[in-house]
């Protein structure tokens, strides 16, 4: 593992905090590489670790009695996971998975508490970066619940993009499907209208996206509420 200072800063909410308050964080911080599939945290078990991903993507997901876990928020480089212990809360509510594997800033619960209290900048951009997130799990829940299959996976594919600052990546139909909570020939059909209007490029799990104004005009108009909340929170 790599100590936080031997790295620069992928993480957007960090960065975003003043240099000096940067500086005051980096002994706290460990470099840590997330596999694919990794779960880190289980719903309603205490959290001990705080996570800043760099290039790692990771799902938040709820588990309904009798089916599969349905994925109700996206966390990459624009965010953390554990906020639930800046609002006094140990224990997560939801699980987390990886579904890109990379690299992330480690922190401990215990030194987090400290850290948040100490310092008013962290306080800020956690409490926004909670917010958005608020606004992103609830508008996942209405387009899981409203819009069309297609609509859905083109709004997943741009969220994907943002977090990972890549228009190529490795996601299989069957995370597909049990992310946006439905069946593997649903998300097939849609991933093949999508190719047929050369918005992506999909073979064996490697997907390109060809055209970012395209796949924005198929997707959602969810994807630019999410999108348009973080960047005015950013400034």
């Not at 205490?46 to 588990?63: G, H, K, N, R, W």
């Not at 849609?190 to 796949?215: F, H, K, M, P, V």
């Amino acid at each position: 593992m790599q100590v936080a200072d031997q790295v620069p800063v992928a993480n957007s909410l960090l960065a975003a905090l003043p240099d000096k308050e940067y500086q005051l964080l980096r002994p706290r911080l460990e470099q840590v590489a997330l596999s694919f599939g990794e779960e880190l945290y289980h719903p309603g078990e205490p959290i001990t670790q705080v996570y800043f991903p760099s290039d790692v993507l990771v799902s938040l997901l709820v588990q309904a009695e009798g089916h599969q876990a349905l994925e109700v928020g996206l966390v990459g480089r624009e965010g953390m996971l554990g906020t639930p212990l800046a609002l006094g809360v140990n224990a997560s509510p939801v699980g987390t998975v990886v579904q890109v594997a990379g690299e992330a800033l480690r922190m401990s619960a215990a030194d987090f508490h400290k850290e948040f209290q100490r310092s008013m900048p962290l306080r800020r951009e956690v409490y926004w970066y909670i917010y958005e997130l608020m606004i992103q799990t609830t508008q996942t829940a209405a387009c899981n619940r409203f819009h069309l299959i297609e609509a859905r996976l083109a709004r997943w594919l741009l969220m994907t993009r943002d977090r990972l600052r890549s228009n190529r990546f490795h996601l299989t139909q069957e995370l597909l499907a049990n992310m946006l909570g439905v069946r593997r020939v649903g998300v097939t059909k849609a991933a093949g209208t999508l190719r047929q209007r050369n918005l992506i490029s999909y073979n064996r799990g490697e997907i390109t996206i060809l055209d970012d104004d395209g796949l924005e005009a198929a997707a959602c108009q969810c994807y630019q509420i999410v999108r348009g909340m973080h960047n005015v929170a950013r400034g």
